[in-house]
T-cell receptor, first 114, second 113 residues
Framework: NAGVTQTPKFQVLKTGQSMTLQCAQDMNHNSMYWYRQDPGMGLRLIYY???????DKGEVPNGYNVSRLNKREFSLRLESAAPSQTSVYFC?????????????FGSGTQLSVL | DQQVKQNSPSLSVQEGRISILNCDYT??????FLWYKKYPAEGPTFLISISSIKDKNEDGRFTVFLNKSAKHLSLHIVPSQPGDSAVYFC????????????FGTGTRLLVSP
């Protein structure tokens, strides 16, 4: 059982390049999230999607866009990458309702912006 | 503004002893708390949670204690095992119709044989 799958696992970009991080879950979860993890900062919420067709900003949305393509897939786009976006990115999903449900995380994408 | 703080970046414990990981929060509106465990090159995985209506929750070797007046929670692992070596994140949320977790900075636990 795959759970939450993220691609790619590693990516190196030059400043100004764009890319899309892909995320898919096979648990029929309604809610999906994108977090970034930086040293000394913990995990910070970038965007989330409470249900198919909705997206909302989290704590650190600047420089990112998201698309909830369908119930399974939630992508994160960097339109013009900056070195400050060097981080490990995690996608997560939670069970229907998002009500006190635990999050299931993917294995992460390590992104370096030079 | 770090609403959830884990002031110890690392902790070393011998196998068989107790590990105590601490977490402090500042937002008194938080009413649900979780611990996640993360191994290198993997995503965090849920470990244990506690609602603010309780002061203790136990699951096998793992116990979480909540002190609301001090805005403090702790995770006890007894006995500690080498496989428990990982980064532990504390997280908190308040219900506003949807759950958004706020994570602490993590504590790296090393359990030596």
């Amino acid at each position: 059982n795959a759970g939450v799958t993220q691609t790619p696992k590693f990516q190196v970009l030059k400043t100004g390049q764009s890319m899309t991080l892909q995320c898919a879950q096979d648990m029929n979860h309604n809610s999906m999230y994108w977090y970034r993890q930086d040293p000394g900062m913990g995990l910070r919420l970038i965007y989330y999607s409470a249900s198919e067709g909705t997206t909302d900003k989290g704590e650190v949305p600047n420089g990112y866009n998201v698309s909830r393509l369908n119930k399974r897939e939630f992508s994160l786009r960097l339109e013009s990458a900056a070195p400050s976006q060097t981080s490990v990115y995690f996608c997560a999903s939670s069970a229907p309702g998002g009500l006190r449900e635990k999050l299931f995380f993917g294995s992460g994408t390590q992104l370096s912006v030079l | 503004d770090q609403q959830v703080k884990q002031n110890s970046p690392s902790l070393s414990v011998q196998e068989g002893r107790i590990s105590i990981l601490n977490c402090d929060y500042t937002n008194s509106m938080f009413d649900y708390f979780l611990w996640y465990k993360k191994y290198p090159a993997e995503g965090p995985t849920f470990l244990i949670s506690i609602s603010s209506i309780k002061d203790k929750n136990e699951d096998g070797r793992f116990t979480v204690f909540l002190n609301k007046s001090a805005k403090h929670l702790s995770l006890h692992i007894v006995p500690s095992q080498p496989g428990d070596s990982a980064v532990y994140f504390c997280a908190a949320s308040r219900y506003t119709g949807f759950q958004k977790l706020v994570f602490g900075t993590g504590t790296r636990l090393l359990v030596s044989p």
